[in-house]
C-alpha cells in the first residue's frame, strides 16, 4: 500500500522511454525490458570487449613476458544513438544508486553461472579521485562493484586501490590519449593474501585504457599466480 500511495504521488519513470512505472516495475517498462540490449559476453570465454582489452594489455607486454588472457564481460551494450544509454548515464551523473544496483545485480546473478567467473573471490572497484568522489558523494564502480560481488560470495575490496592524481576526463580523448592519461594514475594500497580470481569493476568500457592501469598496477602485487577479470555495467558498442 505504501509503495502505491508513493507512486501516485511521486510516479516513478522508465530510465529509457519515460513511461511512467506501474507498482510491479522496476526502473524499467516491461517494454523496454524487453529489448535490453544484453551483451551475452559472460556466456564467451573470448568476446570482442575482452579481445579489446587484451589487446591493450599486449601493448605493455614486455618482450618474452607471457601474459594470460583475461576474461571481460558486461551487462549492455552502450550506444551514443541509443536510449538505453541512459542506465549507466543515470548510476554515473544522476545519483540513481537504486538503479546502478539492480543492474550490477543482474550482471552478477548471469556471472555467477558463467565458468570463467563463479571462482571470482575479491572484487575492485575503479577509483575515483578523493575530490571527484567528495564532489559527486559517491563512486559509481564500487555501487556496482558491491552488487556484483553479493551476487558472486566475493569479497568487495574498496580500498584495494587508490587514484594517486586526479585526471582529466576520458570523454573526448581518443584511445592513445586516454592510456596516456590515466599511466601511473593508480597504486596499490591494501590487498589481502591468499585470492586466487580478482574482478576488476567500472561503469562503462570504452577502450579499456583505465582498467588496464589498474590491471597492470595490480599485476605486480598479486603475482601471476591470481587471475584478473573485468567487468563493467556498459560496454560501448564502436567495433
Known amino acids: 500500500m505504501i509503495k502505491e500511495v508513493a507512486d501516485i504521488l511521486m510516479p516513478r519513470q522508465c530510465l529509457v522511454c519515460g513511461r511512467t512505472l506501474s507498482v510491479r516495475e522496476r526502473h524499467l517498462c516491461i517494454w523496454c525490458a524487453s529489448d535490453l540490449p544484453l551483451t551475452y559476453y559472460w556466456e564467451q570465454a ?5 579481445d579489446k582489452f587484451n589487446g591493450v594489455l ?4 614486455e618482450e618474452g613476458e607471457t601474459m594470460d ?3 571481460a564481460t558486461a551487462l549492455l ?12 548515464r543515470a548510476v554515473k551523473y544522476h545519483y540513481n544508486l537504486p538503479a546502478g544496483r539492480f543492474f550490477a545485480s543482474l550482471l552478477g546473478r548471469f556471472m555467477a553461472g558463467a565458468r570463467e567467473f563463479q571462482d571470482v573471490d575479491a572484487v575492485i572497484p575503479v577509483p575515483l579521485h578523493w575530490l571527484r568522489r567528495r564532489q559527486r558523494g559517491y563512486n559509481q564502480a564500487e555501487v556496482i562493484a558491491a552488487a556484483i560481488a553479493r551476487e558472486l560470495g566475493a569479497q568487495l575490496l574498496p580500498k584495494a586501490l587508490v587514484r594517486r592524481r586526479r585526471t582529466s576526463t576520458q570523454t573526448r580523448l581518443d584511445a592513445a590519449s586516454r592510456l596516456q592519461n590515466v599511466r601511473g594514475v593508480f597504486r596499490v594500497r591494501q590487498l589481502p593474501e591468499g585470492l586466487r580470481h580478482v574482478l576488476l569493476v567500472d561503469d562503462t568500457f ?4 583505465t582498467l588496464a592501469a589498474c590491471y597492470l598496477t595490480l599485476r605486480p602485487a598479486l603475482g601471476t599466480a591470481v587471475r584478473i577479470s573485468v567487468a563493467t555495467l556498459s560496454v560501448v558498442d564502436s567495433w
Request: positive net charge.
Open 206 to 209: 570504452t577502450t579499456g585504457a
Open 46 to 50: 573470448h568476446n570482442t570487449m575482452a
Open 77 to 88: 551494450f552502450y550506444k551514443g544513438d541509443n536510449p538505453y544509454k541512459e542506465i549507466p
Open 69 to 71: 588472457y583475461s576474461h
Open 58 to 61: 599486449e601493448k605493455f607486454r
